[in-house]
C-alpha cells in the first residue's frame, strides 16, 4: 500500500517554499519573475525529492510503504519535475535585469547551464520512461540525472540575484535542499545505498515448469526478514553484471534462503541454464513492506503467476493456530504452470484457516470479483487485499474490489518492477 507520509513530507516542503518565496518576494520582482522563479524552486525541490529516494534509507521504505513504491513516486516525481522545469524555462524573462551590466550577464553561467541540464533532463526521461531499452543498459544511461541534478545546482547558485535571492527564507531553503540533494547523490553514486552484503553459496538449482528455484545456504549469518520481503541478489564471476531483485520464497529461520525465478531475459535464463551449486552470491535486503502479519485478519491473498513468490513465504512461515482467515486465490495459464501447487494443497490442509483457490484461465477461470463474490463467506469489504501478479491483473482487480466499496487502504500491492 502506498503510505502517505512521505507524500505529505514532499507536498509540505514545497507548500513551505511557496509560501516563503511568494510571501516574502522582493519589491523589484515582477509577478512574471516571482511566478516563474516559483516553479522553477518546486521543480528543483522534486528532482531533490527524487535524489533522497535513491538512497533507499529504511525510513523512507517505512514513509512510502516499500522500496516498489519508492520508486513509483521517483518516477512521478522526475515527469513533474521536467513539467515545471519546462514551463519555468519558457516563462522566465530573458532579457538583462535592470540594474545588470550586460557584460556581466554574459559571463554569468547561470542560463546555459540551465538550458543544458533541462536538455539533459528531457534525454533522460525519455531513456527513463522507454521500457523498450533494456534493464542493464537503462541503469548507466538513469545516472546521466545525477550531472543533470549538479547542472540545474550550478544554474541556481550563478542565477543573478534579480532572479533568486539566495540568502532569502525561500532561496535558503534551497540551498538546504541542494545540500541535502548533492550528499544523497554521492552517497547512492558511490553504492553507499546497497545494504550490507551478506555471502551465500549455491546449494541447488532446481528447475520448475517456466521457473528455476535456486537455493542458497549462508557461509556465515544468513538474511533476517520478514515473510513478503525481498533482496537483492548478485552472482559472483564473470557477466552475471548488475544485481536483480527477488522476493525471499523461504520462511524466515529456515537453514537455506531461497529464491523462485521466472525466466524472462538474459539473467534469469542465465540462472537456470548455467548458474551451477557452489557458486557465490551476495545477498543485499531485505526491502519491502508487504506485510500480512500486521493486517486485519480476514484476508485475500491473490497471486498470479510468479507472484506467487510473496505467498509461498508466508504460508510457509505460519504457524497451525494462527488467528488469521485466508483465503488464497492462486492463477495461473495451466495446472502445471502452477508451482508448488501440491504444497500448497498439503500447508493448506495442515494449517486449517487457509483456503486454496486455484484458478487456471486455460479452463476459463480468472482471479475476478464476481468470482470472489460467490466464493467468498463475507462481504468483499470485510477483508484485507494482498495481490501480487502481472499488471492488468492487479490493475483490474484493484479496479473492480474499489467499484465494490473497498477502501485503498485495505488493498496491498506489491510490484515486480520498479520503472
Ligand atoms: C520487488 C521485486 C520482487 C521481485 N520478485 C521476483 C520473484 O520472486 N521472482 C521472479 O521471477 N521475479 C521477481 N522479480 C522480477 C525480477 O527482478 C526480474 O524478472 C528480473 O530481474 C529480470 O531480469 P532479466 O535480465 O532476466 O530480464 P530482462 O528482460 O532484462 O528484464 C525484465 C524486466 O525486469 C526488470 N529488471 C531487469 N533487471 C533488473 C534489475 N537488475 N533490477 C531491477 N529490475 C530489473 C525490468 O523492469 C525489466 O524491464 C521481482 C522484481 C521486483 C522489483
Known amino acids: 500500500m502506498l503510505k502517505k507520509t512521505g507524500i505529505y513530507a514532499i507536498v509540505g ?10 510571501g516574502f518576494a522582493p519589491a523589484q520582482h515582477t509577478p512574471r519573475t516571482t511566478g516563474t522563479t516559483l516553479l522553477g524552486g518546486i521543480a528543483f525541490i522534486l528532482m531533490t525529492c527524487t535524489i533522497i529516494l535513491s538512497t ?3 525510513i523512507f521504505e517505512d514513509w512510502f510503504g516499500g522500496l516498489d513504491r519508492m520508486y513509483q513516486v521517483h518516477r512521478v516525481m522526475g515527469v513533474l519535475t521536467a513539467l515545471f522545469a519546462l514551463v519555468h524555462f519558457f516563462g522566465v524573462p530573458k532579457e538583462v535585469p535592470v540594474g545588470m551590466d550586460p557584460v556581466v550577464n554574459s559571463i554569468v553561467p547561470s542560463a546555459p547551464l540551465g538550458m543544458l541540464g533541462l536538455i539533459f533532463l528531457v534525454i533522460g526521461l525519455f531513456i527513463a520512461l522507454n521500457r523498450k531499452i533494456r534493464y542493464s543498459w537503462w541503469r548507466p544511461t538513469h545516472k ?5 541534478y549538479l547542472l540545474i545546482v550550478g544554474h541556481f547558485f550563478t542565477a543573478p540575484e534579480i532572479f533568486v535571492e539566495q540568502y532569502s527564507a525561500s532561496g535558503v ?15 547512492s553514486v558511490f553504492g553507499m545505498n546497497r545494504r550490507t552484503a551478506i555471502p551465500f553459496t549455491i546449494q541447488e538449482v532446481n528447475a520448475l515448469e517456466r521457473a ?4 542458497l545456504k549462508p557461509i556465515g549469518k544468513t538474511l533476517q526478514f520478514k515473510p513478503g520481503q525481498f533482496a537483492f541478489v548478485e552472482v559472483q564471476g564473470k557477466n552475471w553484471n548488475e544485481p536483480h531483485p527477488f522476493t525471499i520464497s523461504s520462511a524466515p529461520g529456515d537453514d537455506y534462503l531461497r529464491f523462485t525465478v521466472k525466466v524472462l531475459g538474459d539473467w534469469t535464463r542465465k540462472v537456470r541454464e548455467e548458474l551451477k551449486p557452489g557458486s557465490k552470491v551476495l545477498v543485499r535486503g531485505p526491502y519491502g513492506r508487504f506485510d500480512a502479519e500486521i493486517a486485519t485478519n480476514k ?5 498470479g503467476g510468479i507472484g506467487l513468490t510473496p505467498f509461498l513465504s508466508k504460508l510457509r512461515a505460519m504457524k497451525p493456530g494462527d488467528a488469521r482467515q485466508v483465503h488464497l486465490v492462486y492463477a495461473a495459464r495451466e495446472v502445471r504452470d502452477a508451482i508448488f501447487l501440491d504444497e500448497l494443497r498439503a500447508r493448506a490442509t495442515e494449517l486449517g484457516n487457509v483456503t486454496l ?3 487456471f484461465s486455460e479452463e476459463g477461470n480468472f482471479a475476478r470479483v464476481d468470482m470472489m463474490k460467490k466464493k467468498l463467506p463475507d462481504p468483499l469489504n470485510s477483508y484485507e487485499y494482498f495481490m501480487c501478479g502481472p499488471k492488468p491483473m492487479v490493475d483490474g482487480l484493484m479496479k473492480d474490489l474499489k467499484s465494490e466499496g473497498v477502501t485503498r487502504d485495505r488493498i496491498h500491492t506489491e510490484a515486480f518492477e520498479f520503472r
Open 299 to 303: 484476508q485475500i491473498w491473490l497471486a
Open 56 to 58: 533507499r534509507l529504511a
Open 173 to 187: 531553503l534551497l540551498l538546504v535542499a541542494a545540500a541535502v540533494g548533492v550528499v544523497s547523490l554521492f552517497y
Open 144 to 148: 546521466i540525472m545525477g550531472i543533470v
Open 13 to 22: 516542503l514545497i507548500l513551505v517554499f511557496a509560501f516563503l518565496h511568494v
Open 212 to 215: 528455476t528455484e535456486v537455493v
Open 357 to 359: 483457490v486455484p484458478l
